[in-house]
């Protein structure tokens, strides 16, 4: 009897909920008429509204990561059936539609609307990156770099750049475009805003298998020449967290929430990687094995994109 009146107030102030969330958000999204009617192709939400939107989308965030996954998402269509079509509330209800989305290919649907409806919304380049990432996720590299070139090209402007340039410079590194991949990395970190710190930490690692600036002007250059052996009085020293011993991860994925994570973390268990979610927030991190050098979580990392036909990488992680 208990268990049955609990159920039955949960569904009851979801229902209440919804209800209340349909309210707000006409009342945040209505606009006069003749306001509507010259109203730029590009529009931003103003302040007010931008703040009402996102408490109620990270409240359905909040259900999707509890558990309550059929709640959240219809909180999230409630907010997209009170939008006006075109307009900058109805691109950031579909960007969190997608975002909290049961499969993949729901997602890329919401994505390729808000890419394709929405190319003034500052979404827009979020959409691509997802996208981008999606493809690479599912191996398909040259889509994926489709998806980014067109982000760089299209939004330039928007936040999204840093990290796409992280995965464009990346893919095109893998496909042996080393100078290529090099100069967008590096162009690209200049976009990390302050704080990103994993972000930063991400080029930083791939920059150190760059050549320095100088020395990628000069390979051309070099080319016909045979290579200057350095001075045996100076040999290479090893990057200094090589010398502390570092462990090792190779990270498969990074959510917006934990419930997709411990999601794949699930499905990667039950193939046999020990797999964990590294984090307390977004992104939540999808890893597995802590490897005591470099050389064996690469070898780890390269079956693991055989067998799942998959993207990772590698990442530093404290010893444990």
Not at 122 to 134: F, H, K, N, T
Request: charged content about 25%; some cysteine; overall charge neutral.
């Amino acid at each position: 009897m208990t268990l049955l009146t609990t159920r039955g107030a949960r569904v009851m102030r979801a229902v209440r909920g919804r209800a209340t969330v349909v309210a707000l958000v006409l009342s945040v999204s209505a606009t006069p008429a003749a306001a509507q009617a010259s109203a730029p192709t590009s529009v931003t939400i103003p302040a007010a509204r931008a703040d009402s939107l996102n408490v109620i989308f990270r409240r359905a965030q909040r259900l999707v990561n509890d558990g309550a996954g059929a709640e959240g998402r219809a909180l999230v269509d409630s907010v997209l059936e009170a939008t006006e079509p075109r307009s900058a509330e109805e691109a950031e209800a579909l960007y969190w539609r997608a975002t909290l989305a049961e499969s993949w290919d729901r997602a890329q649907r919401d994505y390729l609307r808000i890419m394709l409806e929405h190319e003034h919304s500052p979404r827009a380049g979020d959409a691509m990156l997802r996208l981008a990432q999606g493809e690479a996720a599912r191996g398909d590299r040259e889509a994926a770099v489709r998806y980014l070139e067109r982000l760089a090209r299209e939004a330039p402007q928007s936040e999204a750049r840093a990290e796409g340039g992280l995965w464009h410079g990346r893919l095109l590194v893998e496909r042996g475009m080393q100078r290529e991949g090099c100069r967008i990395l590096r162009d690209a970190r200049m976009l990390v805003r302050p704080g990103a710190l994993e972000l930063a930490n991400q080029f930083e690692y791939l920059l150190n298998a760059c050549p320095t600036e100088s020395a990628a002007a000069d390979s051309v250059a070099a080319a016909e020449s045979p290579p200057t052996p350095p001075p045996a009085a100076e040999p290479a020293v090893e990057p200094a967290a090589t010398r502390r011993d570092p462990a090792w991860s190779v990270q498969a994925a990074a959510f917006r929430t934990e419930a997709e994570a411990k999601a794949l973390v699930d499905r990667l268990r039950e193939r046999g990687y020990d797999a964990r979610v590294d984090g307390t927030g977004a992104p939540w991190r999808v890893r597995f094995g802590r490897f005591t050098t470099r050389t064996a979580a690469a070898a780890a990392m390269q079956d693991y994109r055989t067998r799942e036909r998959a993207d990772a990488f590698l990442v530093q992680v404290p010893p444990g």
